[in-house]
């Protein structure tokens, strides 16, 4: 572990990555390279008085390090417009960022995004469990996701990273679809006894994001460390990481930890797809292909056979996936060849 200090600012490096204890809007200006990070994962901060949510929500706040950095609410706007702005430079073309954000300043965040050149992919809802007893209003029990790339290069999106294409739920339904939907519901991860941040996003929800969104050796940002959390799954994940944390309390006592972590030490804990590899796939249709597919499409069909056993069907013949049996049918379609 090497530390190194200056502008206010404290830098420990590790092999696996840096982290600086400061803010990370003139941090990241000062130590973050244009176009530098592959994907950023970040949970700014509520600016719902966060610092006292426990007095509203009976919360026992033990074992929370203390020293949470709220941003109050007037400021929140600008503040969002800031860092936005700086994570929209540091991320390389096809780059990802994902935003996890509360309701209440959810339009801040996104005036700010519609001020970058950062483009939507996904509004995903995180729905979890949440033990908050209310009576006069519906209880509150998800988070928004905000999924955006940047523009000028091509985005990671790892399609199989967790489920095959071809892996099926029991009642047939895709798993990889599944797992693709825009609502996840994972639950909050409770730590009873345990140290931990105001608010620490649960590994199974970070792991999600990280492997479909970046590759081992990939370099992801968190702008809010917080518990370090995102930091500890990505090494684990056997990535590099790096993020600012202003929370001197926080930092101190997670920083400790960062150099202990084994590089890849999740990998045996994440699942393994079972990837489908078609003899064909990716490979250009042949004249003969077409003739096959059009002229057999049409006697099945002839046969009172329905589309879908047919697309597998041909599928298995010619060596293609679903996906390439039914754009070909289109585009014959099309071109009035069926």
């Not at 523009?151 to 339904?173: M, V």
């Not at 940002?221 to 959390?229: A, I, N, P, R, T």
Request: glycine share 10%.
């Amino acid at each position: 572990m090497k530390k190194e200090s200056g502008s206010g600012k404290r830098c420990v490096r590790f092999p696996t990555g840096t982290f600086y204890h400061g803010d990370c809007i003139s941090g990241a200006a000062c130590y973050i390279p244009d176009g530098s990070v592959d994907l950023i994962i970040t949970d700014p901060p509520y600016g719902i008085n966060g610092d006292t949510l426990h007095k509203h929500y009976n919360r026992d706040e033990k074992f929370v390090v203390d020293g949470y950095v709220e941003i109050p609410r007037e400021e929140y706007g600008e503040f969002s417009v800031q860092w936005i702005r700086e994570a929209e430079r540091v991320l390389k073309p096809g780059g990802s960022i994902y935003i996890i954000s509360g309701y209440t300043n959810l339009y801040h965040i996104l005036d700010a995004l519609r001020m970058t050149t950062l483009a939507e992919v996904n509004h995903i809802i995180w729905k979890y469990s949440f033990g908050v007893f209310t009576r006069r209003k519906f209880v509150s029990s998800h988070y928004h996701i905000l999924l955006y790339e940047k523009p000028g290069g091509k985005r990671t999106f790892n399609l199989e990273s967790r489920y095959g294409l071809g892996e099926k739920h029991g009642d047939g339904r895709s798993l990889n679809n599944t797992d693709r939907e825009d609502v996840w519901q994972i639950n909050r991860e409770y730590k009873p006894g345990r140290v931990k941040n105001k608010n620490e996003l649960p590994p199974e929800l970070l792991k999600k994001m990280i492997q479909y969104s970046s590759n081992e050796g990939d370099l992801v940002c968190d702008f809010f460390l917080g518990g370090f959390s995102t930091a500890r799954v990505a090494i684990g994940l056997n990535r590099r990481a790096t993020g600012f944390e202003c929370s001197k309390a926080m930092f101190d006592t997670r920083i400790r930890d960062m150099g202990v972590i084994e590089p890849g030490s999740l990998l045996p804990t994440v699942r393994e797809p079972s990837i489908q590899t078609r003899k064909n796939q990716r490979k250009a249709w042949t004249d003969a292909d077409i003739r096959y597919l059009t002229r057999e499409f049409r006697k099945r069909r002839a046969r009172g056979e329905t589309k879908k056993v047919i697309v597998a069907a041909l599928g298995d013949a010619l060596g293609r996936g679903r996906w390439a049996i039914e754009k070909a049918l289109k585009k014959t379609a099309n071109s009035g060849e069926e």
